[in-house]
């Protein structure tokens, strides 16, 4: 079967969201937030929808007495992230580029 895109993951902030969070077990909403330069609304928005659709875990608490958001991808979300860069990835072979040029 070939690869296909994920509509939900497609989305370029949602992407960038997944593939911070792939690369570590949890992150902070600030790290995320900064890391992307987008807004605490924004984040907020599209990190919903990723939760909606079972991606992505929501985790509140507290550290001393400031309230805290974490995220991680679920196993789920793992597996829609590679099955949309396998997918990206074909597309791109498609073209005969292994890599894209500076």
Do not use: C
């Amino acid at each position: 079967m070939t690869p296909r895109l994920d509509p939900i993951i497609h989305a370029p902030t949602r992407l960038q969201i997944v593939s911070l969070l792939a690369a570590a077990e949890e992150a902070e909403f600030a790290f995320v937030r900064d890391n992307l330069d987008i807004s605490d609304s924004v984040l907020s928005k599209h990190a919903g929808a990723l939760e909606a659709a079972g991606y992505v875990k929501i985790r509140k608490g507290y550290v001393g007495k400031r309230p805290r958001t974490w995220f991680s991808l679920t196993s789920e979300g793992r597996r829609a992230y590679r099955n949309h860069v396998a997918a990206l990835q074909a597309i791109i072979a498609q073209s005969g580029l292994s890599v894209l040029p500076n």
